[in-house]
Structures are given as C-alpha cells and as structure tokens.
C-alpha cells in the first residue's frame, strides 16, 4: 500500500518510548520522595494560564518565547514556560493565609520557543521547588543544598554548582554610568558569554578605562573563595558588597550542610530569567553544554500578585539529567518484568486466576493473551524481557 502520508509531532517536542519513560518515571519517583522528605509539598496547576498571569515578573521579549493561542473569549492564553509563576500566583492567592515559610514542589512539563537539541526541546519536563516567605541565607542554602541532593538522587556522581548574585552586577552597573539600553546590552553579552561582543560595546561606551576594565573581567571572576578578594576590591559599591556579603553567608550553610565542594563561585552567572533578585545558581554536570539545573531567589514576583513576599527556588531539567546519565554510562537499563503466564488451549480463565494472584503478591505480571505451547511461551518470554515463565496447562 502506498504511504504518502508520514505523521510528524511538532518542533521541539518528543516521544518518550518505553524504555526512556520508565527511566523518566524512577528519576522522577525518586525526586518526589526526597522533596517530600525535605518538608515539602506537591501542588499541580493549569497547563496554561492568562498570558498576562505568566508575564508576570518577566522581561519584555519572555512572550516571544511562549506557546499562545486564544479561548473562545478571545483572550490570550499561553502554555506555562516554567512553574515559578504560577506557583507565586498560587502563595499570593489561595494559600496567602497558609503561614510561612510555604514549601511547594512540583514535576511537570513546562513549554518554551527554544532552538531545539537534545535535552533542549521545547516542552521539556521539570522536577522544582519553591521556599516563599523566607528572606534570609538559611533559605537560599537550603534551595542549593538540595538541588545537590536533587542531582545526587537522579544517579548523577560528577557535578558542580555555580553561584553568583545579580547584586554583584547591578551595584557595578548601578556605579557605571551606561544608559538602560547599553546595561542590556552588557548583561546580555554576559549571559552569552560573549567577551569579544563585551569588549566592543565597552569600547564604545564612553566609560573610563577602569570601569571597562571592571565590566570586562567580571564573566572571569569564577572559581572558588579566592574570586571573592578580588571581587570585594573591585566593587567598592554598597550593593555589590551586599552581594558578596550574602554569598559568604550562603556559603558557611553550605558548609555546614557538606556540600561546599560542590559549589564554585561565578559572579558572572545571570540567568535567563528577568524576576532574579538575589543569589543565582546554576548546576554542571560533564557531557552537556547547558545546565541540568537552576534557580535563585525572587524575592518582588510576589508582590505582583498583591502579596510581597520574598520567595526562592530552584528546577531540574528531567531530560537533561536523563541525556547525563546516558552520556555518562550511567543509566540504568529496565528492569525485567517478572512473570510471563501463558496457558494452553482452553485455560485462560486459570491463567487469569493466576495472574491476580502474582499480581497481588506484588509481581509485574503480563499475561498471554493467545494460548500457546510451553515451548513457544519460553520464547515469548524472552521476547517479553519477563524474568519467570507461569505455564497454565499441559
Ligand atoms: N523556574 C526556573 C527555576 C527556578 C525555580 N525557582 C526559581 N527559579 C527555571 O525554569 O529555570
């Protein structure tokens, strides 16, 4: 018969065949069960939201990169592109009375315009925390000491976490005297890491030569506590200072929850998202060009919604740590199902029987649904990846 008709799926998504399901599904169950041992709780929203609802706290191109369409109103309806939104709309709102610190966790598919690659799609899925109503450093540790925890349980073993506060950059920024338009410019050269694009807007900036010198090198202040002298020397500003101050304090809990050598110090690191306020982190992992995960404190989206509150978090890309994993040799292959029951000519409602009964013993169980001789249920069984053959009959 002639095909002339291939069915595609659309850019930037994907299917997850068996096999990679089940491997999502483990990374997943592991992750709930250790937010959940952290105190926190899970919530689940809308898939999309009111255009203006996610806009919420983001810069002026974020609707660029969302999915939108329209209700039977005509109003304009977006896919959520992560769960930070929504999840402030919901302590601003229905859960403002719950008393804080409010602990929420969530696992779901988030959508995004992206140019798509592999662990890049563009509705990808996202293990994430969030910690409202809590100000202080404890919080932020707590956020960064278990994104560790986080990347640990999904069976990463090598991974760093890079820290930063867009303080650091704001007070440096605040200091310069470039227009709005030329601090976009620099932070988004910074965020590529673009030195060369850096260097030229700093050419042009009409800034003297120490502040250029300043502005260039901050992409470079990474690595570990020795940046932070140099750091303290070239921001004599009050709000870098502040920045610095705040990482040092982060960084003692780190210590205290042993997980300090995991984190390095990159006060260049901006994330792509506008509502940051405070520290930022992004975590590492070898084999892949972009961060399995991320997150920092936003501490005035909150207050968008009516209620100001300050609020941190972070989120875990799912195919990310499942892309490491496999890049790493470490991905574990599925297990086995246990029993294949398969039954001769006339005993499927024995070979039923016998299947609940495995079943409610706990056994993964599948069932012939065919009658067969023992010989060709041995093959199947093998076939069906089962670890035991049941025969019914015979
Ligand atoms: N929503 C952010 C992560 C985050 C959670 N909380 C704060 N930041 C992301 O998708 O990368």
Known sequence: ???DYVPQIPYGTRDFLPREAGRKRVVEAGLAQLFSSWGYDEVVTPTFEYLETLLVGSANDAEQHMF???????????????????IARIAATRMREAGAPLRLFYLTNVFRYELAQAGRQCEFYQAGIELLGAPGPAADAEII??????????????FQVSLGQVDFINGIMAESELSASQQQLVKAAII????????????TSGLSAAMQGFLQSIPV???????????????PNA??????????????????YGVEQHVNFDLGLIRDFDYYTGMVFEGYTPGLGFPVCGGGRYDKMLASFGSDSPATGFALGIERVLLALERQGLSTPPAAKDCYVAWQENSLPEAIAAANELRAEGWRVELALEPQSRE????????????????IGG
Do not use: W
Not at 70 to 86: H, Q, V
Not at 221 to 235: T, W
Not at 376 to 391: E, G
């Open 1 to 3: 018969m002639k095909q």
């Open 68 to 86: 939108k369409f329209l209700d039977k109103n005509n109003r304009i309806l977006a896919l959520r592109p992560d769960m930070t939104t929504p």
């Open 145 to 158: 000491a278990l994104a560790v925890a986080a990347m640990q349980e999904a069976g990463l073993t090598q």
């Open 192 to 203: 590529r890491r673009d030195l060369v694009g850096l260097g030229e807007i700093l050419r």
């Open 221 to 235: 202040l990474h690595g570990r506590q020795e940046v932070f002298e140099q750091a303290y020397k070239m921001a």
């Open 239 to 256: 709000v870098s200072r502040g920045a610095l101050d705040n990482l040092a304090d982060i960084y003692r809990l780190l210590t205290s």
């Open 376 to 391: 060709d249920a041995a093959i199947s069984m093998c076939q069906r990846c089962c670890a035991k053959l049941h025969y």
